[in-house]
């Protein structure tokens, strides 16, 4: 039985990857900061899922949330790293507090998830985990320095990670989605996001469907050779 925990599950490309592992046959663990927007997308799954509210920044919390898919389906086979937060601010009018939420919410969130997983996997000999990047931790971003800074630490931590753990069965990779059409970048300055769409080769924002298309294919034995990886879902934006 495949069980999966999806953080950051309640909008966006979190609830589309939830709702698609879900229909792929997984148990669904559907986290979220916000509680209301986790029980949703639970109750638009059904009984293969339980929300969780939770901040991944937080130690207790992620310890809790592990505690209650155990609880709930068994060890977690599955661990999609997710959880986002947005924040737009010219490097020089950026605070030390936007920049420190900025990167415990990504990379010390990712961080203490897989911290919380990763031990069972080991023990198992088996497990995968998918880490949400960004084409911004690749390429950087116009008054989204601290979101640049903590996405390329994710994939640097994809890299390093999976040289550790792959040949004990762990397979560990990242996507980096180019603008997707989510409530995270709708936050951004319409400004912004007429700039970045005028850009792109395909000429659009991708769906998080789209995204979470990329991660079930990580997820499943397909990917069997995927180890340390990042994919790019990103209309064109970088091209590797």
Known sequence: MSVAIVTGAGSGI??????????????????DFNLDAAQAVAREIGAT????QGDVSDEQDVARMVETCVAQFGQPTHLINNAGHIHQA????????????MIAVHLRGVFLCTHAVLPGMLERGEGVIVN???????????????????KAGIIGMTKALAREVSEQGVRV?????????TPLVRALSQDWQDAKAAELPLGRF???????????FLCSSDAALFVGQTLSPNSGDVML
Request: aromatic share 6%; charged share 20%; no cysteine.
């Open 132 to 150: 949400m990047a960004s084409q911004l931790g690749q390429i950087g971003g116009v008054e989204l320095v601290h979101y640049s800074a903590a």
């Open 173 to 181: 990779n990242a996507v980096a989605p180019g603008p997707i059409n």
């Open 90 to 101: 010219r490097f020089t009018d950026m605070k030390v507090s936007d920049f420190d939420r």
């Open 14 to 31: 979190g609830r589309a990857i939830a709702l698609r592992l879900a229909k792929d046959g997984y148990k669904v663990v559907v986290n």
């Open 206 to 216: 991708g769906e998080p469907d789209e995204v979470a298309g990329t991660v079930a």
């Open 49 to 52: 899922a339980f929300p969780v």
